[in-house]
Nanobody, 124 residues
Framework: QVQLQESGGGLVQPGGSLRLSCTASRRTFISYAMAWFRQAPGKEREFVAAIIWSGSTTNYKDSVKGRFTISRDNAKNTVYLQMNSLKPEDTAVYYC?????????????????WGQGTQVTVSS
C-alpha cells in the first residue's frame, strides 16, 4: 500500500503562485506515474497534470498549460505541482494520485492510490 501526503495548499490572490508537494511512503515510488487531480465544490474531480516514472513525459489539462508545471524527485519520493498565474477558477481541493507502471493518462480510474487532498483557494 502506498500512502500519499499532500501539502502546500492555501489562500492566494489571483495572479499568485503556489507549489504543492506530494510525498509517497514507499521506496517503490519510482515505479509509479504520478498525477494531480482537483475537485471544485459541486463539480466532478478532474485531471490536472501527470508525469511518468522518469519525469521525461508530462501531460496537462489544456486550461493549465503554460501556468502549471509538474515535476518529481524520485530520491525524495515526492512529486510537485508548481502553479503560477492562478485564477479563481483554479480553486479546488487538489489530490495527488499514483498509478503503478502508469503512462500518465487522464483517467482517474487507473490510479490506485490517492492522497487526502489539499485546499487551494484563489481569491482577492
Amino acid at each position: 500500500q502506498v500512502q500519499l501526503q499532500e501539502s502546500g495548499g492555501g489562500l492566494v490572490q489571483p495572479g499568485g503562485s503556489l507549489r504543492l508537494s506530494c510525498t509517497a511512503s514507499r521506496r517503490t515510488f519510482i515505479s509509479y506515474a504520478m498525477a494531480w487531480f482537483r475537485q471544485a465544490p459541486g463539480k466532478e474531480r478532474e485531471f490536472v497534470a501527470a508525469i511518468i516514472w522518469s519525469g521525461s513525459t508530462t501531460n496537462y489539462k489544456d486550461s493549465v498549460k503554460g501556468r502549471f508545471t509538474i515535476s518529481r524527485d524520485n530520491a525524495k519520493n515526492t512529486v510537485y505541482l508548481q502553479m503560477n498565474s492562478l485564477k479563481p477558477e483554479d480553486t479546488a481541493v487538489y489530490y495527488c494520485a499514483a498509478d503503478l507502471y502508469g503512462l500518465g493518462i487522464e483517467d482517474s480510474s487507473k490510479y490506485e492510490h490517492w492522497g487526502q487532498g489539499t485546499q487551494v483557494t484563489v481569491s482577492s
